[in-house]
């Protein structure tokens, strides 16, 4: 699996941005494909995911109300909108696809930065 993120960049709090992760490789395993973030000096963490037939979401507390994850299939692509940022979103974004009940990560993920 090959996964590129990009999108990211310097935002001030309160703007938004969309962030786009281009999937290959995807199995008959792949369960979902989702979104972490690792912000600096903390362990990388849950997001956002959103399961195959994109009939399903889910999101951490975080950023409920404030992110949306979509995906293209026929593009083999996957977003995250991000409104209202505040600089404690700011972070390297990852995307990962689900296989089984494994997430696995691929590529240098994208730098989201919120200055207040």
């Known amino acids: 699996v090959q996964l590129q993120a990009s999108g990211g960049g310097l935002v001030q709090a309160g703007g938004s941005l969309r962030l786009t992760c281009v999937v290959s490789g995807v199995t008959g395993s792949t369960r979902a494909m989702g979104w972490f973030r690792q912000a600096p000096g903390k362990e990388r963490v849950f997001v956002a995911y959103?399961?195959?037939?994109?009939?399903?979401?889910s999101y951490s507390d975080s950023v409920k109300g404030r992110f949306t994850v979509s995906r293209d299939k026929a593009k083999n692509t996957v977003y995250l909108q991000m409104n209202s940022l505040n600089p404690e979103d700011t972070a390297v974004y990852y995307c990962s696809v689900k296989c089984g009940s494994t997430w696995i990560f691929g590529g240098q993920g994208t730098l989201v930065t919120v200055s207040s």
């Open positions: 959103i399961n195959l037939t994109a009939t399903r979401t």
